[in-house]
């Protein structure tokens, strides 16, 4: 899938944050996109907007993928559209902020929300694009954005840590399952900048954190949304034989994993 012109991508979550700038992304290389929001509607119809202004086409679509009739119906829209769908990306996440060692801070509801997002709303948007994307000639491509709290056990929270786990591991599963018409890969972000995290942990906490990797990177960096965008970008229109891989974009900074002392 060198050539994305004419392409059609569904990208969940992308009313902002790496979602946002993944669909302006493929859209300024001719990708037509689904742009889905659970909440902002605005910041969906500003990204589709700007897409919109490279010379593509956008659907904007309400959706919660934790909702197998709203992942069916973000498939069959972008289908009854144009007609083929290329390229899913699973970008929709949600967690909660609370400490690991803060046992009493998650309960079963937050699992299961935390979950029913993050790991089956990525399965239940794989199985209703598999159809169309099984039957086209070319097939399709999923990138699953899951997190270096899915390999390091460090994150917002050990529930979204363990969700992202799985993500990684359905992404090994899927990949052999589906092939050879889908290729499925995943990318792990560490410490993204941008609003997420700052509305997460407060300013001072967030400068914090964002120094404290960018420390402990070799590359002495931490990941914005641009960058995970070209990740995705990279398994998307690169190499066309690479499957089941994950690729961490964090500078480097899970060469030296620790964790931050507690306070």
């Not at 997190?147 to 460090?154: C, D, K, Q």
């Not at 050879?180 to 700052?198: Q, S, T």
């Not at 001072?204 to 120094?211: I, S």
Request: net charge positive; proline share 2%; with cysteine.
């Amino acid at each position: 899938m060198k050539d994305l012109k004419g392409r059609v991508a569904i990208v969940t979550g992308s009313s902002s944050g790496v979602g946002a700038a993944t669909v302006k992304l493929l859209a300024s290389l001719g990708c037509h996109v689904v742009i889905n929001y659970n909440s902002n509607a605005d910041g969906a119809n500003a990204v589709a907007k700007d897409c919109e202004a490279k010379g593509v086409e956008t659907i904007v679509i309400k959706a919660n993928v934790a909702e197998d009739k709203d992942c069916i119906a973000m498939a069959g829209a972008a289908i009854k559209k144009w007609g083929r769908l290329d390229i899913l990306v699973n970008n929709a996440g949600t967690t909660k902020f609370v400490d690991h060692a803060n046992l009493a801070g998650l309960d079963r509801e937050d699992f299961q929300r935390i979950y029913g997002v993050n790991v089956i709303g990525a399965y239940q948007m794989v199985r209703a694009v598999n159809g169309q994307m099984q039957k086209q000639e070319e097939g399709g491509v999923v990138v699953n954005v899951a997190s270096t709290a899915g390999v390091t056990g460090i994150g917002s929270c050990v529930a979204y840590a363990a969700s992202k786990g799985a993500l990684v591991t359905m992404t090994l599963s899927l990949a052999r399952a589906l092939g050879p018409k889908i290729r499925m890969n995943a990318v792990c972000p560490g410490f993204i900048e941008g609003d997420w995290l700052k509305d997460g942990f407060g300013e001072k906490r967030y400068a914090e954190l964002m120094d404290f990797n960018r420390k402990n990177a070799p590359l002495g960096v931490t990941a914005t949304a641009d960058t995970v965008a070209d990740a995705i970008l990279y398994f998307i229109s690169g190499p066309q034989v690479v499957t089941g891989e994950t690729m961490i974009v964090d500078g480097g900074r899970h060469l030296s994993m620790a964790p931050l002392s507690r306070r």
